[in-house]
């Protein structure tokens, strides 16, 4: 079993900054992991993803302004998101796969005009 932990959502102004942190209960010095988003009536979608050597990816909509990144002496993986826009709101997931999906509870983020 493995426990995963977003904080830092919040409501931010537009072309704000929010940092979000996933703290996971055990090492995932050895796993890639992920930030998902699910916008209301919406899939959830995958935003940025980062491995084991520390390659990431990102949706094109968020390239440019998100940047994801782990501390691994820390278990955390980070979602710096700047420039946000009011279509970024949505609830934020962390996400990490062993041998099973696993996914923490969300953190909303809410960007106002």
């Known amino acids: 079993q493995v426990q995963l932990v977003e904080s830092g959502g919040g409501l931010v102004q537009a072309g704000g900054s929010l940092r979000l942190s996933c703290v996971a209960s055990?090492?995932?010095?050895?796993?890639?992991m992920a930030w998902y988003r699910q916008a209301p009536g919406q899939q959830r979608v995958l935003v940025a993803r980062i491995d084991s050597g520390s390659t990431t990816t990102y949706a094109d909509s968020v390239k440019g302004r998100f940047t994801i990144s782990r501390d691994n002496t820390k278990n955390t993986v980070y979602l710096q998101m700047n420039s946000l826009k009011t279509e970024d709101t949505a609830v934020y997931y962390c996400?990490?796969?062993?041998?099973?999906?696993?996914w923490g509870q969300g953190t909303q983020v809410t960007v106002s005009s």
């Open positions: 055990r090492s995932i010095s050895l796993n890639a």
């Open positions: 996400y990490l796969y062993i041998w099973r999906d696993y």
